[in-house]
DNA sequence: GAGTGGTCTAGACCACTCC
DNA sequence: GAGTGGTCTAGACCACTCA
């Protein structure tokens, strides 16, 4: 591993002229080997990965740099690290945190594990809206596929969800394939399609229910509900899912931690 | 600095008996030796910390150690590291992340810097409801000082709250002394009253507006409004604001990272 | 130039898992 | 016992800030 153009060579932002500090610390370049090499699927979910010593010879750092890339990797969610057993690609799969993502809380704490069901409303391919096309990054006319669904907890409609992939990498994904599937949406995605959602960032507000809306949820028109607009992002910050969901949040909320 | 018991003299949980592991690794023990150095006063809100070579000879640790706890408490946002110049107490006043913990954002990114007024309704002494008294760990009976206050963001009134402080470690604070300090109230908490807030959870809802939440968001009755109850914590886990925020979201949102 | 944090290395030993 | 990650050390050098 040769280190990158040192600061000497690459002149500060301060010099004037549009500098090029192509410079990063030989961590950080191996932590870009091996986000790549996640994203080509040289690893997949679940699998284990080189140890610490057998990636520091195949790069030639010593093993404290690869260490330090893991280190990050591993607080972002990427990898999993195991004492004596070693490092594994980390999945929506046998992962406690099977929803992750997912952040609402009953407000009375269940005794039992919270009994979830999923009905598919609908699962069809369209032209993409503007929105869309922005949000996802594709192309102005591109397909993409619509999924919406309704979660319940419990008995209890909670959740109603429009979702939308780019039909592209998504192909072969149909209602009844839904239906079959058992586990988290981001579980299929993973194994089925191999597109893995690594992070996401939301939009919350609060709406009033429209007739239709309140339908679905079964609550009064116009009962206030949380609106979340989802945007998550698999390797390489690529984004991949837009999701609005309406939660109604009589008896359960989304909770969140500010550090 | 001594290594505590090691996993030989403490057996593990699973051969039965109530195991006491009181193993913890050295780095941990200097972290904890640093939060309650902070905890203590000792160093106070933006405040230098002494050198990590300095603090590697006080304790008796080599410098790697405490680098590895002060990454920590960074992480935590407890501490802040300034190459070259040295590792600070973080504080809420000259950061850059002034309101950290205020999540909402408005819909369309203001060219200017965003307008914010703040217009404080009542602060008065009240005897601890029986919510409060649980979330803030006080006893029952005990004062608590009750502050409502207005956000203005632009001129327009997008926040609404009511908090909760124990009375005891704010004696002293009156709706005057609100009134006339500029910045925000975190920063005052921190240089007025020494108590610092460190984290906070929230749980976060749809509600429709009353009639009087509804006058003083200047929007019609029923409209949605996120709910946004907030638990601050201070150094050492310790509850110190309980916090109901009303927010108005037709301009603004409330967005969140999910990793 | 002195002092600070940031990176990188090499090596030792510990803790955990699995065979 | 072999192999993995986890901790700890000591030392070298780099990058940044400030006087």
Redesign the pocket.
Known sequence: ?Q?MA???SAP?STSGIAAAPV?S????QIKALITRALQDGEWRPGDL?P????LASRFG?????V??AIDELAAENLLI???????FVSTHHEDQVKFRFLRLVPETEPAQGLRMEREFLECHRVRASGDVVRALGIRAGDMVLEIRRILRIAGEPVVYEDIYLPAAPFRGLTAERLERYRGPLYAMFESEFGTRMVRAEEKIRAVNASAQEAALLRVPEGRALLSVERLAFSYGDQPVELRRGLYSTAHHYYRNELN
């Open positions: 591993m280190r040192t600061p000497s500060s410079f610390p030989l961590y950080q990965i140890s610490e010593a057998e750092v010593s093993q404290g740099t260490r330090k690290r195991r004492q004596g057993r070693g490092t």
